[in-house]
């Protein structure tokens, strides 16, 4: 057997197979993603049908084209099944403990302002445990770019309700449907003073990574909420127990409309779901009014 390989590795199982004996296997190039990936710690561990593989290929296809260095690019996550991506990168990366990747991307920022930093983690770890460092991080307009997978719901704990379980939504701690108000993730960034704000689902690849890549270069806080399937924990209540089925939800509920006031874009049960970028504005960030301030009072 003559394995001759570049970039890709062959499966051992099929290496030392009976089948393989004899064979001759030419394997030419090198995967576009390789080079941002800890490929050792692949395959990952997500269920067949989520979404965070896609909207992970496009962060990394939106960080390739930014034209930042990557040696001073760092990436932190939270716990759940979002936060694995901090993992799965081959950059400076942090997977700090549950709820609190804002906190910790904050003091990376503050004690070295030459870092863009960004936050990818999920829904329940971003606004329902750590919702309080989500409006404040928000609110001072911290330099940092925070990536949102919204499920709907807890997936790697279980398929328990969180913040942004829609009123009626079936999951393993609301058995008879979700009763309470959900936040609206793009709604209470753009309240909390984010600079961009933007929601896509992972339908919506091209523009996704376009928004992901404009985000990344924008100063002050930027959101993006990628809107993803989880056929395990949350859409298997839902008859969506499938990607494809979440995908086609997606296709026939969504509409973009850009510009759109991030108050009217409630996403509930059967309802619409409105993608687009919403906010798109210009103000000093967290660090920049710190020096203004210093400089008027040691000016005085």
Request: aromatic content about 8%; hydrophobic content about 35%; glycine content about 12%.
């Amino acid at each position: 057997m003559k394995i001759k390989m570049n970039g890709y590795r062959l499966d051992k199982s099929m290496e030392q197979s009976d089948e393989a004996e004899g064979l001759q296997i030419e394997i030419h190039g090198v995967h576009p993603m390789d080079g941002l990936l800890r490929t050792d710690r692949l395959p990952h561990i997500w269920c067949p049908g989520c979404g965070l593989g896609t909207a992970l290929t496009c962060f990394l296809s939106a960080l390739g084209k930014s034209g930042l260095n990557l040696d001073k690019v760092a990436v932190v996550s939270g716990i759940g099944c979002t936060g694995r991506v901090a993992g799965y990168v081959r950059l400076d990366s942090f997977h700090t403990t549950h709820g609190r990747a804002i906190p910790f991307a904050t003091g990376l920022k503050l004690g070295n302002p030459e870092l863009k930093v960004v936050v990818f983690s999920g829904d329940g770890d971003l606004v329902t445990i750590g919702g309080n460092h989500f409006i404040h991080a928000a609110r001072r307009n911290m330099d940092i770019t925070v990536i949102c997978v919204n499920n709907f719901n807890y997936g790697m704990t279980g398929g328990q309700a969180g913040a942004t379980t829609p009123i009626g939504g079936v999951t393993t701690t609301s058995p008879y449907g979700n009763y309470e108000y959900p936040f609206n993730v793009s709604a209470l960034a753009a309240a909390s003073g984010a600079v961009y704000v933007a929601r896509w689902t992972v339908l919506h690849a091209r523009r996704l990574e376009r928004s992901i890549l404009e985000a990344l270069l924008k100063p002050g806080f930027s959101l993006v909420e990628i809107i993803s399937p989880c056929p395990t924990g949350f859409g298997r209540r839902h008859k969506q127990r499938e990607g494809l089925d979440t995908m086609r939800y997606y296709h026939e509920h969504g509409i973009i409309r850009h510009g759109a006031d991030p108050r009217e874009t409630d996403i509930g049960l059967g309802s619409v779901v409105i993608e687009g970028k919403f906010i798109d504005i210009d103000k000093p960030t967290f660090l920049e009014q710190r020096s203004r301030r210093l400089e008027q009072v040691f000016s005085r």
